[in-house]
């Protein structure tokens, strides 16, 4: 194949990165258990798109191997969530995650597990009552 130039000389682009982080952060600090492990909720931080949970554990390592264990396949590309959360909103309803969306992280050097799902289309983080993890309740005010 062979390439004509039609434009000489040199192109420059600019893009504004005015970034705002309108995400919320709770601090949590609650006992929990993963897979039979202890852990600790510590933070848990709600924007429109994604819900991100920060867990720290001595056994982080253990949970994360759990984690892996029982995740399955229901679909083309598609697994179970092996980290599911459940969004209580102020009018009633909820949302639980079923297909993983996301990032799942384990550090086994600050023993931190990192958890971010993803929503689409975007969550209304502001109407949030409270959010389910492994059977703990976290109300958010």
Do not use: C
């Not at 709600?46 to 253990?62: A, F, G, N, Q, R």
Request: proline share 3%; no cysteine; aromatic share 8%.
């Amino acid at each position: 194949m062979n390439m004509k130039k039609i434009n000489l000389g040199s192109w420059k682009t600019n893009f504004n990165l005015d970034y705002t982080d309108i995400s919320t952060t709770h601090q949590i600090d609650q006992g929990i258990s993963l897979y039979n492990y202890e852990a600790t909720l510590s933070s848990i931080s709600i924007s429109p798109v994604s819900v991100t949970l920060k867990v720290d554990s001595t056994h982080t390592k253990e949970i994360s191997e759990a984690s892996s264990r029982s995740s399955r396949e229901i679909g083309l590309n598609e697994y179970e969530d092996s980290y599911p959360i459940t969004i209580n909103y102020k009018d009633g309803t909820s949302e639980t995650t079923a297909v993983f969306k996301g990032i799942t992280s384990g550090d086994l050097i600050t023993n931190t597990i990192t958890i971010v799902k993803l929503f689409t289309p975007i969550i209304n983080d502001k109407e949030i009552k409270s959010v389910e993890f492994f059977d703990t309740v976290v109300p958010i005010d």
